[in-house]
């Protein structure tokens, strides 16, 4: 499954780098600002994963067709190997992860929750590195022990 935070992620780097303020990150950031507008409106009615389910394919599936064919459109347009370039490169290249969760109600539209969860052991694990190779294996068996 794709992570959508991702390819916003990219979007706002290459918004960063761009010179114009409504220029081709900003509309691709608008289209996923859709998407997760969505996404908050299911959270606020307090939706069933069929009901999502069902979000889902009535509006977030209109709001990615459009967005894929802009993508389509704008590829070629772009300077290859910036900012730009590569964050339409990424959403093509995973697009298929990425509308994955559009397919089941359960699924959430990125990753962000796992990521968070994952922090502290990531975290650990890389002071442990930086401490000797020893502590940082001890720190890691405690994490997945515990």
Not at 54 to 71: E, G, P, Y
């Amino acid at each position: 499954m794709g992570c959508w935070a991702h390819a916003r992620r990219k979007y706002n780097n290459a918004l960063k780098a761009e010179s114009k303020s409504k220029g081709r990150a900003h509309k691709a950031i608008s289209f996923i600002s859709k998407l997760y507008k969505l996404e908050t409106q299911a959270k606020n009615k307090k939706l069933s994963s069929d009901e999502r389910y069902q979000l889902r394919q009535k509006k977030a599936l209109s709001i990615l067709t459009k967005f894929k064919t802009w993508l389509d459109e704008v590829q070629d347009k772009v300077t290859t190997g910036s900012y730009i370039d590569k964050a339409i490169s990424y959403n093509i290249n995973q697009w298929h992860k990425l509308i994955r969760y559009v397919e089941d109600g359960h699924l959430g539209i990125d990753n962000n929750i796992t990521e968070r969860d994952i922090r502290p052991f990531t975290t650990s694990r890389k002071i442990g590195y930086s401490q000797n190779q020893s502590t940082g294996l001890r720190q890691a068996q405690y994490f997945i022990v515990s």
